[in-house]
């Protein structure tokens, strides 16, 4: 008895791989705009941003305003501290 699991299951003549790509070019696809720069790309549903940059830019100003208050906390955690040290 050959009993076959996983990927060896009616999968004979094609890779994983291969039916990845089989799949991604069933997801739906359409025009979008990017968020950050304005540049027009064929995406699918899920995809924001044109490129790693944009995505990136988008991310730093997301976060933004919790990196300068975790800045701000720092500076003045150091400078009571320098204020102590010199008392």
């Given at each position: 008895m050959d009993i076959k699991f996983?990927?060896?299951l009616g999968m004979s003549d094609v890779s994983a791989t291969d039916?990845?790509?089989?799949l991604a070019g069933l997801r739906?696809?359409?025009p979008r705009v990017c968020q950050v720069c304005g540049t027009e790309?064929?995406?699918t549903t899920r995809r924001l941003y044109c490129s790693p940059l944009c995505r990136l830019k988008a991310?730093?100003?997301r976060h933004a305003e919790a990196r300068?208050?975790?800045?701000?906390?720092r500076y003045?955690?150091?400078k009571e501290e320098s204020q102590?040290?010199?008392a």
């Open positions: 996983g990927y060896a039916a990845a790509r089989l739906r696809q359409e790309v064929i995406a991310d730093y100003a300068k208050a975790k800045r701000r906390a003045h955690r150091q102590q040290n010199q």
